[in-house]
């Protein structure tokens, strides 16, 4: 049984840090594509930033210059470094991968940007 554990959330200032980290465990031969989503009370998740196996990159225009994604595949892991936080940056975030060809979620973890 696979399993994306997300783990680093928590409460901080507006122009703060916090780094995300997602860990896969169980029965896993390849983990291609990872990514990040976040929901916020009342809207719909949404991509925050991703990674393919290979290391090509996207993030959401509202994170460009304030967040960075990294993944160690040696570990099955992979992190969000988020800089400058913005109060609208408060959400669940959520930790996604395609792992041997089936799609995984983590149970989310809760960061709140105070201003």
């Known amino acids: 049984q696979v399993q994306l554990v997300e783990s680093g959330g928590g409460l901080v200032q507006a122009g703060g840090s916090l780094r995300l980290s997602c860990a896969a465990a169980?029965?896993?031969?390849?983990?291609?594509?990872m990514g990040w989503y976040r929901q916020a009370p009342g809207k719909q998740r949404e991509l925050v930033a991703s990674i393919t196996k290979g290391g090509t990159i996207n993030y959401a225009d509202s994170v460009k210059g304030r967040f960075t994604v990294s993944r160690d595949n040696a570990k099955n892991a992979m992190y969000l470094q988020m800089n400058s936080l913005k109060p609208e940056d408060t959400a669940v975030y959520y930790c996604?991968?395609?792992?041997?060809?089936?799609?995984?979620w983590g149970q989310g973890t809760q960061v709140t940007v105070s201003s």
């Open positions: 996604n991968a395609d792992i041997d060809g089936l799609f995984y």
């Open positions: 169980g029965s896993i031969f390849s983990i291609n594509a």
